[in-house]
């Protein structure tokens, strides 16, 4: 039977690609992200080269009632969604240079709450009918700390830590959980978090494109792998970043905003 992907952040960059590369293997889509315009030019584009059937909804996983929504709009689609693709992210603003708590808050949501309960309402029914696949897409910045804007790193080091326990707990029942965890990664990220200074000067060998990153993740998820560095250069920088004698070696070369 056909597959059906749900992946949010799909209007751009990584979840485009993941839109892609699950599109080439003959899965349904379902795309979610704020820009209806893009998700519609997204969706027509892949439909045509693919000739698979590619839906799209408007959301903004920022306001609590999202994940709700989303679960009401594939029941009434009458959906079974056999891939979970949690990518929509952003840099976010930095604890205490925005005064006000309200984005934070909205920040939090998007990044952590919205993902947590897209599983909650989706990964059950993969385990019913024994096969499911869910991919958050984390960050090398959650593998370690940095003198960055204070939650988008521990924001990513929640999820793998949320995707390892899921992994255990789904041992054994066709479900796989992954965090996909890149360095740095040609998409439209850093221009709309206005850091293309730091882009611009960082050296081109630090810096994947969306292709392989996605590959990685899609790859380790068939595996089953939980926690996925992506990129030659991160996977070898993270079993020295997580060793304590090194930590400080590592921040230092990983910039933070
Ligand atoms: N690029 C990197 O270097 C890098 C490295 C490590 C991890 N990541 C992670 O990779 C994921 C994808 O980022 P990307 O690099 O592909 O960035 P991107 O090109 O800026 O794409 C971000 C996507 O997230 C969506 N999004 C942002 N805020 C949203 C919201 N409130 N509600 C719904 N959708 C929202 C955007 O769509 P709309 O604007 O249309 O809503 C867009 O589709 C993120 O979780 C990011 O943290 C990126």
Redesign the pocket.
């Given at each position: 039977m056909k597959k059906t992907a749900l992946i949010?952040?799909?209007?751009?960059?990584?979840?485009?690609?993941f839109a892609r590369q699950l599109a080439a293997q003959g899965l349904d889509l379902l795309l979610?992200?704020?820009?209806k315009e893009?998700?519609e030019e997204v969706s027509k584009s892949i439909s045509e080269e693919f000739g698979v059937d590619v839906r799209n909804v408007?959301?903004?996983?920022?306001?609590p009632a999202?994940p709700r929504t989303l679960l009401t709009h594939v029941e009434a689609e009458g959906l079974a969604i056999d891939y979970l693709i949690?990518?929509?992210?952003?840099?976010g603003p930095s604890l205490f240079e925005e005064e006000d708590w309200a984005p934070q808050a909205?920040f939090l949501e998007?990044?952590m709450t919205?993902v947590t309960q897209l599983c909650h309402h989706f990964v059950p029914p993969m385990r019913e009918r024994g096969f499911g696949r869910v991919v958050n897409?984390?960050?090398?910045?959650g593998r370690l700390a940095r003198p960055a804007g204070a939650h988008?790193g521990p924001s990513?080091a929640y999820l793998v830590a949320l995707t390892e326990e899921l992994a255990l707990i789904l041992r054994g029942s066709g479900v796989h959980a992954s965090a996909?965890?890149?360095?740095?990664?040609?998409?439209?990220?850093?221009?709309?978090?206005g850091m293309m200074a730091m882009k611009n000067a960082l050296p081109g060998f630090m810096?994947?494109d969306?292709a392989t990153?996605v590959r990685d993740g899609l790859r380790a998820v068939e595996r089953g792998k939980p926690i996925m560095v992506s990129g030659r250069l991160y996977r070898w920088l993270d079993p020295v970043a997580q060793s304590k004698l090194f930590r400080p070696f590592i921040k230092s070369m990983i910039p933070g905003r």
């Open positions: 949010t952040g799909a209007s751009a960059g990584l979840g485009v690609e979610v992200a704020r820009r893009k998700l408007s959301a903004d996983l920022s306001d999202a949690n990518n929509a992210g952003s840099a909205r998007l990044m919205s897409v984390s960050s090398f910045a988008y990513k996909l965890c890149p360095g740095f990664t040609h998409t439209e990220f850093h221009e709309t978090a810096w994947y969306a990153v």
